[in-house]
């Protein structure tokens, strides 16, 4: 089990991912997205970069460890008619759940980062990415100035 897991759904991530949907929508307009892409966003919280994805026509789903933002996530779906954007709780270290090759982008901001086991997560990444495919991820390196 992932002992973050229980760090997340303590505190009201929801409200501060509020926050960060105006960045969140900027970046996916940079990614190309195009009716149909089939796209995989873990750590997803509620949907920051999840739902201008969904909104673009991809089809997405959201995988994070917090059951609380999974339920948050899929109730902002249901309030916007996004049948095309889910999100179910999982682990990215251990996505079993998921074919081989299955989407062709897979994102993680700020989220396979805080990952126990961030080598696993990236191995899940490029597993269910496929081939061309393309893996997007945003991170921060603690203690560094830049």
């Known amino acids: 089990m992932n002992p973050n897991k229980a760090l997340w759904e303590k505190g009201?991530?929801?409200r501060i991912a509020a926050t960060m949907r105006e960045s969140g929508e900027a970046l996916v307009?940079?990614?190309g997205i195009t009716k149909g892409l089939r796209?995989?966003?873990?750590?997803?919280g509620d949907g920051t970069t999840a739902?201008?994805?969904?909104?673009?026509?991809a089809d997405v789903l959201g995988v994070d460890i917090a059951r609380n933002l999974v339920e948050a996530g899929n109730k902002r779906a249901a309030e916007h008619g996004l049948s095309n954007c889910t999100f179910q709780e999982g682990d990215a270290s251990n996505l079993q759940q998921?074919?081989?090759k299955a989407f062709d982008l897979v994102i993680s901001i700020f989220g396979a980062?805080?990952?126990?086991?961030?080598f696993e997560?990236?191995?899940e990444m490029v597993r269910v990415t496929r081939p061309g495919g393309r893996i997007v991820m945003g991170n921060w390196i603690p203690n560094?100035?830049?």
């Open 29 to 31: 307009q940079r990614l």
């Open 113 to 118: 980062m805080f990952a126990p086991k961030p």
């Open 98 to 100: 998921l074919q081989d």
């Open 121 to 123: 997560v990236a191995k």
């Open 51 to 57: 739902f201008p994805a969904a909104k673009l026509g």
């Open 39 to 44: 796209m995989l966003d873990l750590g997803c």
């Open 144 to 146: 560094d100035p830049t």
């Open 12 to 14: 009201d991530f929801t």
